[in-house]
């Protein structure tokens, strides 16, 4: 069973950056889809970025709200996923959690396509 630890988060101005990181004891992520979503208050859980497994050549995807901004990427040898977040805004404020799941499915930012989660890490973007 995998498990995943989020860190990095922060309290980060405007226009700001911050690099999340998941962290995986288990299995090596580079087999398994990962996926980052975010939650904000009152709102429901949204999929910001996706990496594919090396089965699919570890493609990555975007939510419109973050393409141009944020990075997904994958060091093998640390067995970690990072999320580098760059021109930070107000409304990207949220809980962070990072989250893989079973099956074949290339690529998804849908959270009913994750089993398996971190506890999340919050991202506040303010002046």
Request: net charge neutral.
């Amino acid at each position: 069973q995998v498990q995943l630890v989020e860190s990095g988060g922060g309290l980060v101005q405007p226009g700001g950056s911050l690099r999340l990181s998941c962290a995986a004891s288990g299995p090596t992520l580079r087999y398994y889809r990962i996926g980052w979503f975010r939650q904000a208050p009152g709102k429901e859980r949204e999929g910001v970025s996706c990496i594919s497994s090396s089965s699919y050549d570890g493609s990555t995807y975007y939510a419109d709200s973050v393409k141009g901004r944020f990075t997904i990427s994958r060091d093998n040898f640390k067995n970690t996923v990072y999320l580098q977040m760059n021109s930070l805004k107000p409304e990207d404020t949220a809980v962070y959690f990072c989250a893989t799941g079973s099956g074949g499915i290339e690529w998804s930012l849908s959270s009913h396509d994750y089993n398996y989660w971190g506890q999340g890490t919050q991202v506040t973007v303010s002046s």
